[in-house]
C-alpha cells in the first residue's frame, strides 16, 4: 500500500462500539456520533448499528449524517446562516442555537417544521489545564449562553438544553460540569423534555470511570424528567486508526532528522495546533532508545515537525512508520497546503483484510483552488 495512508481498524471500531452500546442501554441515554471527529461514512453503518444517530456542525455535516448515517441528526452552530437555514431544517431533527437572538429569529421556523429546538449554555466552568483552544469555558469563549446573558422570554421555544465543555476527559469533569450546570441554569432544566451533555467523553478509554457517567447519567434523567444525551466522538474512534508514513531523506543539523512523505501541518494539524507528540509504534523518547530522530514532514514550513523519537535501529530511506489513535481528528482536518497530497484512507477488515476507501491525486488539489 502506497503511503501516506489513514488506516481503520474495523475490529476496533467495533469493540468501542459494543462499550458505548453497553453504556447507552445502562444509563438509558442516547449517544450519537460527533462527526466533527470522524466522519468516514463507509464505517456509518456499523456505527448506527450501535449508536442513535450524528451530530453535525454545519450545513454539510448535517446533510452527510442524514444521508449516511440515518437514525437522529442533531446540529449546532455557532451562527446559522440565514441562506441556508432552509436546507438544514431538511436534514435536522434537533436544531441547538447558540445565542438568545439567533434562537428568536430562526426558532419559530425550526419549530413550525417539526423539529427540536434547543439552546447551547455556557456554565463558566472549565475542568481542562494546557490547551485553551479546545475548552468551551474559557474566558471570552463565544460558545453557549452564559447565565448573564440569558433572556427568559426564549424559554417557550425551548425543547432542550445543550452544553459543551470537555476535551478528552473522564467523568469526574463531567461531574463537576453537571454541578455548575445546575447551579446557573437549575431552575429552568426542569422544563426541559432533553438535557444534551455534548462530547469530550473519553468513554472508551480503559480508564474511564463508566460507572460515575452512567450514574450522574441517570440522576440527571430522574431529577429533571428528561432525556440525556451526549455526544462523543473521539470515544467512537478510540485507538481504531494508525497513519502510516514512510521516511524519504535523512539530514543533519545538531541532530539527525528524518523526512517523511507526510505532513504534520497537512495530514495531523492538531500536533501543531495542541500541540501534542502522537504515538509512535515501535518508537521511545528522544534519547531512551540508542537512535534518535526528529521526524519533519514534507513542506517547506520550518516548523513542519511532529517530534522527537528514538528507535533501536537507525531509520533509512523507506522505512514505514506507524503512529497510533490517528482516525479521530485527521482525516476531518487534512489539507493541501504547499501542494502535498492527501493520504490515502484504507480499511483494516476484521478479517485482517486491507481495503482502500479513497484516494487522492493532483485533481483534488486544483479542484479546491
Not at 469533569?173 to 454541578?179: D, K, P
Not at 432525556?227 to 502510516?244: D, H, M, W, Y
Request: proline fraction near 4%.
Amino acid at each position: 500500500m502506497r503511503t501516506p495512508y489513514f488506516c481503520i481498524d474495523e475490529k476496533k471500531l467495533h469493540e468501542n462500539l459494543r462499550i458505548l452500546a453497553d453504556v447507552k442501554a445502562r444509563a438509558g441515554c442516547k449517544i450519537l456520533l460527533a462527526q466533527k471527529a470522524y466522519s468516514a461514512y463507509v464505517t456509518y453503518p456499523l456505527i448506527r448499528s450501535c449508536l442513535d444517530g450524528s451530530t453535525a456542525s454545519g450545513l454539510y455535516e448535517a446533510r452527510l449524517g442524514y444521508e449516511e448515517m440515518g437514525g437522529e441528526t442533531h446540529v449546532f452552530s455557532p451562527a446559522y446562516r440565514e441562506d441556508e437555514f432552509e436546507e438544514i431544517l431538511r436534514y435536522a431533527d434537533h436544531i441547538v442555537f447558540n445565542s438568545c437572538a439567533q434562537l428568536k429569529k430562526f426558532g419559530p421556523r425550526a419549530k413550525e417544521a417539526g423539529k427540536s429546538v434547543g439552546l447551547r449554555v455556557n456554565p463558566e466552568c472549565s475542568t481542562q489545564e494546557g490547551h485553551a483552544i479546545y475548552d468551551p469555558c474559557a474566558p471570552g469563549s463565544r460558545l453557549g449562553v452564559t447565565r448573564g446573558q440569558f433572556d427568559l422570554s426564549v424559554l417557550p421555544l425551548l425543547d432542550g438544553i445543550h452544553m459543551h465543555t470537555l476535551c478528552e476527559q473522564n467523568a469526574d469533569a463531567l461531574a463537576v460540569t453537571v454541578n455548575a450546570l445546575e447551579e446557573k441554569f437549575g431552575d429552568i432544566l426542569g422544563g426541559m423534555k432533553w438535557l444534551n451533555l455534548g462530547g469530550g467523553h473519553h468513554i472508551t478509554r480503559e480508564d474511564y470511570d463508566r460507572e460515575l457517567l452512567i450514574r450522574t447519567v441517570r440522576s440527571l434523567a430522574e431529577k429533571y424528567g428528561a432525556e440525556v444525551i451526549l455526544e462523543p466522538g473521539e470515544a467512537v474512534v478510540l485507538n481504531a486508526g494508525t497513519f502510516v508514513t514512510s521516511v524519504v531523506d535523512i539530514v543533519h543539523n545538531g541532530i539527525d532528522i528524518a523526512v517523511l512523505d507526510c505532513s504534520a501541518a497537512c495530514h495531523m494539524p492538531d500536533v501543531l495546533e495542541m500541540p501534542y507528540r502522537p504515538p509512535l509504534f515501535g518508537s521511545g523518547e528522544a534519547g531512551e532508545k540508542k537512535y534518535t530522530y526528529r521526524l519533519a514532514g514534507g513542506t517547506c514550513l520550518a516548523g513542519d515537525v511532529i517530534g522527537d523519537y528514538s528507535f533501536d535501529a537507525p531509520l533509512k530511506e523507506g522505512d514505514e512508520l506507524v503512529f497510533g489513535d490517528m482516525a479521530l481528528y485527521t482525516m476531518v482536518k487534512t489539507n493541501t497546503f504547499n501542494g502535498m497530497p492527501l493520504p490515502s484512507i484504507v480499511l483494516r477488515k476484521e478479517s485482517g483484510e486491507l481495503q482502500l476507501l479513497r484516494s487522492f491525486g493532483y485533481e483534488d488539489f486544483k479542484n479546491r483552488l
